[in-house]
């Protein structure tokens, strides 16, 4: 117990005071200090009379916050576990708090009810039943101050019924809240709404009356967010009323200079605008009196409120308002009036859909942030995405009016800007927005507009009113309405036809070099989703042949617009480079010697603080890309890549820059893997390194690891065990460390497999019996199915190379029997999960080899089951759009993928034939035990299949 | 994520889908607390005041608040119906259910204090003076159909037996009086219900259930049989079911509207409840009866007929053959496209019961044409009928075959509900990211994984999922997350064994335990 003394209450202070040191040499052990005696009864007490008496208002704001993470960390009763605060404080805290939040300045206050709130989810109502009639009383105090210390407080405990499930817990809790809120709230509300008349003078007054107004509607959105409670039905003329009328109320006092902040009349509006779209969505049937009114006031507001940024949000929930009732059947008649029709669509859509100064700020001096919201969709809470979700919306039931309406708006406007378009280009840029929201009826990232609005002619547009600046001589004139040019063939791409979007072609690629980071930016992206579009075959739609003529010109403007200040680490203009290589293939080569050069220069740049994830990506699939397209042609000029790629590698994996070296793992794979010869000593110099296990550690190396580990095994596998054969040990030691975990194991067994395949068996004889324990002690110890496939694999390629034999002994050397047991708990069961055609062919040899009288049917089942025969997308149309950040594993190249390999290969060409003649093989042998055999422990169905095998092979059993 | 989900409340209340095979249907006793107004159309009143016939000219007292003149009234009572005199105590009497009569406020605790109770029921035995029988029998019968405390009143006092005896009265309008009572006293709830059982109030009434007896008695008395049907907690014993049973049947053969309505409400109660209790109303035969008044004008008749098929669709899957059987799917259709959204809400319901049944039922489901109303509810219909046809949706999704559930989508569901993801309850939310997942095992099945998500892009649901990340119910969001790292991110540590290392190296090599490998 701490005393409640001045001694006490003074260390408290210190400590307090020291906690606020910028100095975390006294800050660090004063945190320390308070957390050690927070244990003690009366610590909260002592906190809340440094709180509640201390001079110092900083202290007093510190205690607060202390108090409410103190609260935080321990309030709640874990079960189990130690109650953190002793019973007594616990009621002397309820017993005070409320009090002494409405005393204190408002800073405190929100510390302190956040408190209240955190209490109150863990004790209220049951542990804390007097809470909401001790809140209730001060209603009356007509101090607004302490009233909307009352109502935030209400608020951050009522708001979970916004977002909780329905329970019969949940609302006897609002049944009880109701019970004793809602009457006096109701009450409360009509005061507030008097004394808003009575002081409609006093601006001072009339913002703390207005802040309660904006608390009591978010009061009761919680309150009426389950379900229509009775209270409020019965009560709904009053409260509607009021609503409505604070809707259309205006106020000169109110409104605010400043153009960015909302205003307290546009918070409260705009909460009465989500009050009404929950009514009128879940409750309609009791609204319906009251949402014309509504209709008509919320379009009002909209026709009157200006274009100035802190609207915005109010707007937006406006015209959502609007969005959601005009699309609900039973609402339809509102709107079918062709002169309200109209109006919508003059004063509220066309209005919203302009570009305001802010866009145009944006456009220029904050690119990247414009292009996000334009491009990606985040502007959810914009102007522009609401009118753009009313026109949809309208268009449900009014596609051929809205769309005749528009037309005209569209033709007025684009007269308007032929008249000057120096002067009115935006007019221009609203009539393309306009045609591409009303156009548009699906939309996905991959294809742009899938599914259009069949009233528009997209084509003739594009021809009359897009092509026109997309030619224009003067790239760097009307840059919005360029960008809106490039971002309309972008958009419909999937809608106009070939030849048009050829002609585009070349347009786009001289915009690459236009200044504007917006416009070039385009144009990259524009011409990269050109080039993954699909045409007739799967191929793509425009071909490198049409590319021809140019290629050069694309490439060139690519590299130079990367040099344009703003975008030198610009993804859409690397992504569209990748996307060049890709579709041009040979086509590149002759240019690759100067742009490897200007591509390894990049890299050396963004290597020494690499900051943007996806231009990196798409920087090193275009190395990728660079090498295997050329080295397929020839194959020597691996050196030359290598020379031009190592000294960065090198300076990359000395600097361990992590974020490239999976990355810098790939690439050197790929170049191993195109080696015909041995492997060369620039890469077994770095093979010891590739074993440290600081390497392992980060999750995103381990798979470009173990790929690179398996080129050298692949290419070096004798050079291992001649001039390395000391690294052997700490090669399996990494296969050892992966098949410890389940989400790895599966790498272990490539690494394995190789070992297997490649290494001479008398180069791993020692260890072998080591690595099955190691097996065996994990599939005893967690048996995923994960492991079984892998591990099955595994023992059939072991099988294929070293002979059934040679797997019984290593088996039951181990452990006596331990053979029969493998076959029949894991073989059996379990051989017919295997997926994969490779996979599946070594299980199938494997077995075969194996063949006893009970693993015969498994066997049939194998080579019976459905193959997956999918195949995998085309690579040159991966979308790479959402690879993850550096934080998360592994950004896999797709361009320095890795062939899929078979480690069988043509000796067995048709396991079912081997099958066959083994079985035949056998079957002379011994001749009549193996048909009997069959016979009796074979199903009829298996027994066919088998006949079909052994008639493909022309052999017989005997 | 889905397991989750089926873990929730409601979906082991659906049959077949939750894990306790107990507790597999959708039962709207779990929601006792309301926050709601009591519904107006959707039931029958428990209990009925019988109000002034117009005609009658009121006195003052009557119709006046006024405490004073009441009290004044009641003293007036009191005295009359104390005394000796027959006529006094008939005029009393007849004050008494003048002033009980009125629609506003009768002051029925004042009357039970003014200690009149007493005397109304020893008035019941009268049979030499039909007409105080008769003003006693109503007064009591409107104090009855006050509160629970007042009906309480009315019990205590002896009321029950001298009811039950007045039903063989030979007065007609005595009788009706007496059934009407009774029907209060059993609609209070269970326990005065199986209490006037226990009395032999069925055999009573069934005694005057003949074919001469005129409308407006029956209609009464179908009334009181229905409030004996009625309530769970316990449910009426099934001796005193099967005992009203083939009465009740007989009178939903009736022509008066309602008659049948009260009817229809007495077999909605006897089918909300368990297999059990569901499987002896089936045993009747009366389903084909009940889907043809499923087809009936009269919302009063539907709306029970229609809550009784769901009830019995909520049943075993057997039970639900039945009604399939019966032809309930080509009467749901019509209901579902009802003027009334409360009519569409009950229907969606039954077809959101009958879509988690095995993909049989769900086949016939598709045959008989429901899929394009179910599809036009969820786009077009109020919010609780929505609420219940994505219900629908995500029990389909989750029985139904692969094919089925392709068809589903190919009718425009999918879009449907994607739009009700901006829905604000937060419950259909997490049901429809349930169903979004069962149709994206579907079409992992088929393969066609990457042609649903840009099916679910175009149609803007790929927002909308990504919106519901930042949603504040935890289960919401985790859903929500789920679905998008499972379908719309390009890809996709836990050691089970140690490995030794060094700065340089693993070290390789099986620890020595020698334990026995068995596996």
Redesign the interface.
């Known amino acids: 117990i701490m005393e409640l003394n001045d001694r006490n209450l003074q260390t408290l202070t210190e400590y307090l005071q020291k906690t606020l040191s910028p100095d975390p040499a006294v800050r660090r052990p004063a945190e320390k200090f308070l957390e050690s005696v927070e244990g003690n009864q009366n610590y909260p007490i002592l906190l809340l009379t440094v709180l509640e008496k201390s001079q110092d208002e900083v202290i007093r704001v510190c205690a607060a916050v202390t108090f409410k993470n103190y609260i935080k960390r321990n309030w709640r009763v874990v079960e189990d576990e130690l109650n953190k605060i002793s019973d007594p404080d616990r009621t002397a805290i309820k017993a005070n708090i409320v009090n002494l939040m409405l005393s204190s300045p408002e800073q405190i206050q929100k510390q302190l009810s956040d408190a209240i709130s955190i209490i109150g989810r863990e004790d209220f109502p049951q542990k804390w039943p007097d809470l909401l009639s001790e809140m209730v009383t001060r209603f009356q105090s007509g101090d607004f101050h302490v009233i909307n210390g009352i109502l935030r407080t209400a608020h951050s405990l009522f708001k979970?019924y916004?977002?909780?499930?329905?329970?019969?817990e949940l609302?006897?809790e609002?049944?009880l809240v109701?019970d004793t809120f809602a009457q006096p709230l109701t009450e409360l509300f009509k005061a507030t709404i008097d004394l808003c008349q009575t002081h409609a003078t006093d601006i001072n007054a009339l913002k703390v009356l207005f802040s309660s107004l904006a608390l009591i509607s978010k009061l009761f959105y919680s309150l009426n967010?389950?379900?229509?409670?009775?209270f409020f039905?019965?009560n709904m003329e009053t409260w509607m009323t009021n609503f409505h009328n604070l809707l259309t109320l205006d106020n000169k006092l109110l409104q605010t200079d400043d153009e960015e902040e909302a205003g307290l009349l546009e918070l409260l509006k705009s909460q009465i605008c989500d009050n009404a779209a929950?009514y009128a969505?879940?409750?309609?049937?009791e609204f319906q009196p009251y949402l014309p009114r509504f209709v008509t006031a919320i379009w009002n507001l909209l026709v009157t409120t200006g274009q100035e940024v802190k609207y915005d949000l109010l707007v937006s929930n406006a015209i959502q308002f609007l969005a959601?009732v005009c699309e609900?059947?039973h609402y339809k008649h509102l709107f079918e009036d062709q002169n309200v029709l109209t109006s919508i669509c003059e004063k509220v859509i066309v209005p919203n859909m302009e570009f305001r100064s802010a866009d145009e700020e944006a456009f220029e001096d904050n690119s990247e942030e414009y292009i996000i919201r334009d491009l990606e969709?985040s502007d959810?809470d914009t102007r522009r995405r609401a009118a753009c979700d009313l026109v949809r919306g309208l268009c449900k039931f009014f596609e051929g009016p809205v769309t005749g309406i528009f037309s005209g708006y569209v033709n007025s406007m684009l007269t308007e800007y032929a008249k000057n378009p120096g002067v009115n280009w935006k007019h221009k840029d609203a009539a393309i927005y306009l045609v591409t929201s009303l156009a548009s009826k699906?939309?996905?990232?991959?294809?742009g507009i899938?599914?259009a609005n069949e009233l528009v002619n997209l084509s003739e547009f594009f021809v009359n009113h897009i092509l026109v600046d997309l030619k224009s001589p003067n790239v760097n004139e009307f840059p919005v309405l360029k960008a809106d040019a490039i971002k309309y063939v972008m958009t419909f791409r999937s809608q106009l036809p070939k030849e048009q979007l050829l002609e585009a072609v070349p347009l786009l690629v001289a915009h690459l070099q236009a200044e504007s980071i917006v416009q070039h930016t385009y144009a990259a992206h524009a011409l990269e989703r050109l080039f993954t579009m699909r045409g007739a075959n799967n191929a793509t739609l425009i071909t490198p042949t049409e590319m021809a003529p140019f290629t050069e010109q694309l490439l060139n403007n690519l590299f130079k617009s990367l040099a344009i200040p703003g975008s030198s680490e610009n993804e859409y203009i690397m992504k569209a480079i990748m996307r060049s290589f890709s579709l041009l293939q040979e086509a590149i080569v002759p240019y690759i010697p100067t742009l490897i050069g200007q591509l390894t220069h990049k890299l050396l740049l963004v290597s020494k603080n690499p900051s943007k994830p996806h231009f990196n990506h798409y920087l090193f699939e275009s190395l990728c890309l660079s090498i295997r397209i050329t080295c397929k042609a020839s194959p020597d000029t691996v050196d030359s890549f290598e020379e031009a790629l190592f000294p960065v590698f090198t300076e990359i994996l000395q600097n361990d820059v992590q974020e490239f070296v999976p990355y810098v793992f790939q690439v050197m794979s790929l170049l191993l893997e195109i080696h015909t010869s041995s492997i060369p000593s620039s890469y077994m110099a770095l093979f010891?390194h590739l074993?440290?296990?600081?390497l392992?550690e980060r999750?995103g190396n381990i798979p470009p690891l173990v790929r690179l580990l398996q080129a050298y095994l692949e290419k070096g596998a004798t050079t291992i065990a001649s001039t390395a054969a000391d690294k052997i040990?700490?090669l399996?030691?990494?296969?050892?460390?992966l098949?410890?975990?389940?989400?790895?194991d599966h790498q272990g067994f490539y690494l394995l497999n190789s070992i297997v395949e490649h290494m001479s068996p008398d180069s791993i004889t020692q260890?072998r019996k080591?690595i099955f324990?190691?097996l065996?002690?994990?599939?005893?110890?967690?048996?995923t199915t994960k492991f079984v496939k892998s591990f099955l694999v595994f023992i059939n390629l072991y099988c294929v190379k070293y002979g059934a034999i040679a797997l019984q002994e290593i088996f039951d050397g181990?452990?006596p029997k331990?053979f029969g047991?493998?076959v029949e708990?894991?073989i059996i069961p379990e051989v017919q999960k295997v997926s994969g055609q490779v996979e599946k062919k070594i299980c199938a040899v494997g077995i075969t080899k194996i063949l006893t009288e009970y693993t015969l049917q498994a066997l049939i089942g194998l080579f019976e089951l459905p193959e997956d025969d999918?195949i995998p997308d085309d690579e040159h149309f991966i979308?790479?759009?959402?690879?993850?950040g550096y934080q998360?594993?592994?950004s896999?190249l797709a361009f320095a993928g890795k062939k899929e390999h078979d480690p069988i290969g043509d000796a067995v060409g048709n396991p079912k034939i081997l099958l066959a003649q083994s079985l035949h093989k056998l079957s002379t042998a011994c001749p009549g035990r193996v048909p009997s055999m069959l016979s009796t422990s074979l199903p009829a169905e298996a027994l066919q299949f088998l006949q079909g095998y052994l008639q493909a092979a022309t052999v017989q059993l005997v | 994520m889905p397991t989750e989900n089926l873990s929730d409340k409601r979906m082991s209340k659906f049959k077949n889908k939750g894990k306790e095979p107990m507790k597999m249907r959708d039962r709207r006793i779990a929601e006792c607390v309301e926050l709601r107004k009591a519904h107006k159309v959707e039931s029958i009143m428990k209990k009925r005041n019988i109000s002034s016939v117009g005609d009658e000219p009121l006195s003052p007292a009557d119709n006046t608040d006024n405490k004073q003149v009441i009290s004044e009234t009641i003293q007036e009572i009191v005295a009359n119906v104390n005394g000796d005199c027959p006529e006094k105590q008939r005029q009393g009497c007849q004050a008494a259910r003048k002033l009980l009569s009125r629609e506003r406020n009768p002051p029925l605790k004042e009357i039970i204090e003014a200690g009149l109770l007493t005397r109304f029921v020893e008035f019941l035995g009268r049979n030499d003076d039909p007409t105080l029988q008769f003003e006693a029998a109503w007064s009591l019968t409107n104090v009855a159909s006050g509160t629970s405390w007042h009906t309480q009143q009315v019990v205590e006092h002896g009321a029950v037996p001298a009811f039950i005896a007045l039903l063989a009265s030979p007065m007609l309008n005595i009788s009706e009086q007496a059934v009407w009572a009774l029907g209060n006293i059993a609609g209070d709830g269970p326990s005065y219900r199986d209490g006037l059982i226990d009395c032999g109030v069925i055999p009573a009434l069934l005694a005057r259930l003949t074919p001469d007896a005129p409308v407006g008695y029956l209609r009464n008395l179908t009334w009181t049989l229905s409030n004996l049907c009625r309530n769970k907690n316990p449910f009426p014993r099934f001796s005193a079911v099967q005992q009203m049973l083939p009465s009740i049947i007989q009178l939903l053969h009736h022509s008066d509207k309602s008659i049948l309505s009260d009817a229809c409400w007495a077999v909605s109660y006897l089918t909300d409840g368990p297999n059990e209790r569901i499987d002896v109303v089936i045993k009747t035969g009366i389903l084909p009866r009940l889907v043809e008044l499923l087809g009936f004008e009269e919302l009063t008749v539907v709306t029970p007929a229609l809550r009784s098929i769901g009830n019995i669709v909520s049943g075993s899957d057997l039970q639900t053959q039945a009604a399939i059987d019966a032809g309930v799917l080509s009467a749901l259709p019509q209901l579902m496209r009802h003027p009334k959204s409360s009519v569409q809400k009950e229907a969606a319901w039954a077809v959101s019961n009958i879509a988690a049944g095995p993909c049989q039922q769900i086949q016939q489901l598709i045959t008989c044409g429901l899929l394009a109303p179910l599809v036009d509810l969820l786009r077009n219909g109020d919010f609780k009928t929505q609420r219940e046809a994505v219900w629908a949706v995500t029990n389909y999704t989750s029985g139904g075959t692969v094919d089925q559930v392709v068809h589903l989508v190919k009718c425009g569901a999918l879009e449907a509900i994607l739009n009700l993801l901006q829905a604000k309850d937060t419950k259909t939310v997490l049901v429809i990211l349930d169903a979004i997942n069962n149709i994206f095992l579907a079409a992992e099945k088929l393969g066609e994984v990457d042609k649903l998500c840009l099916l679910v892009e175009e149609v803007g649901g790929l927002d909308r999922i990504e919106f519901l990340q930042n949603h504040e119910n935890n289960a919401v969001y985790r859903a929500a997350q789920a679905l998008i790292e499972k379908y719309f991110s390009e890809d996709g540590d836990d050691q089970c064994l140690t490995t030794e290392a060094t700065d340089s190296n693993f070290v390789f090599g099986a620890s020595d335990l020698q334990k026995r490998f068995d596996f």
């Open positions: 979970r916004r977002h909780e499930f329905k329970s019969n609302w006897s609002i049944k109701l967010f389950q379900d229509l409670p009775e039905e019965d929950l969505q879940k409750y309609d049937e959601s609900r059947p969709g959810i699906a939309q996905t990232q991959k294809h899938t599914q010891p074993l440290q296990p600081a392992w999750t040990p700490g399996l030691g990494v296969f050892q460390k098949i410890a975990s389940k989400a790895n260890y080591q324990i190691l065996f002690q994990r599939l005893q110890s967690s048996k181990i452990q331990m047991m493998v708990k894991i999918s979308d790479i759009e959402d690879t993850p998360t594993a592994f896999q």
